[in-house]
Nanobody, 125 residues
């Protein structure tokens, strides 16, 4: 059984920070690329950030570049999303995902096979 469990979401004011965590079990974590995606009501799920299995490459959505950082800790089978300077537009359910995209396709959500249940992030003005 593959499990991805997100935590760390909550309600914060604009300009504040949150750190999301995702603990992965049931698969060889080191062999998978990992990504954070988010989905707001009425919108498609979109890439936030992704990282390859060796943490030598990362990708970010233009909307979060410079504010968010994706990290992975392979010994702990955990990834993190450090979110700073939060905006109301960041409000969404944030999902952790694992997959095997090519390095040039880290942002492709269709190439991620395993998904967590999500954690709500709400940013107030």
């Amino acid at each position: 059984q593959v499990h991805l469990v997100e935590s760390g979401g909550g309600l914060v004011q604009a300009g504040g920070s949150l750190r999301l965590s995702c603990v992965v079990s049931g698969l060889a974590f080191r062999n998978y690329a990992m990504g954070w995606f988010r989905q707001a009501p009425g919108k498609e799920r979109e890439i936030v950030a992704a990282i390859n299995r060796s943490a030598t490459s990362t990708v970010y959505s233009d909307s979060v570049k410079g504010r968010f950082t994706i990290l992975r800790d392979n010994p702990k089978s955990t990834i993190y999303l450090q979110m700073n300077s939060l905006k109301t537009e960041d409000t969404a359910v944030y999902y952790c995902a694992a997959g095997s995209p090519a390095l040039s396709a880290l942002s492709r959500k269709d190439l991620y096979n395993y998904w967590g249940q999500g954690t709500q992030v709400t940013v107030s003005s």
